[in-house]
């Protein structure tokens, strides 16, 4: 069974910057949507920002302007660049790779990837 491979994560001290990538362990059908979610502590999974057909993007209010998806279609990847990380960002960040094709819905998720940043 194919999964998501997250790398990239870490701790950090707040003002910094980190960027996730993701990849799929084998061979899955071209991304219709790829997009990053976030659990901190004692909280339920959250949307971070999510990418679609077409290089439309969307975005959590709370990382507008500090966090940046970005995919390559043809490598199947999805990045999460992100910048001015406060302590609040603390997460174990997941993501998730949904694909289309002859009418079958498929989606992928990673294991989780632990961010963590320091005041």
């Known amino acids: 069974q194919v999964q998501l491979v997250e790398s990239g994560g870490g701790w950090v001290q707040a003002g910094g910057s980190l960027r996730l990538s993701c990849a799929p362990s084998?061979?899955?059908?071209?991304?219709?949507?790829m997009a990053w979610f976030r659990q901190p502590p004692g909280k339920q999974r959250e949307l971070v920002a999510s990418?679609?057909?077409?290089?439309?993007?969307n975005y959590a209010d709370s990382v507008k302007g500090r966090f940046t998806i970005s995919g390559d279609n043809a490598k199947r990847t999805v990045y999460l660049q992100m910048n001015s990380l406060k302590p609040a960002d603390t997460a174990v960040y997941y993501c998730?790779?949904?694909?289309?094709?002859?009418?079958?819905?498929?989606?992928?998720w990673g294991q989780g990837i632990q961010v963590t940043v320091s005041s």
């Open positions: 084998g061979s899955i059908r071209s991304p219709n949507t």
């Open positions: 990418i679609a057909t077409g290089n439309m993007t």
């Open positions: 998730y790779i949904h694909t289309i094709y002859n009418l079958r819905s498929r989606d992928y």
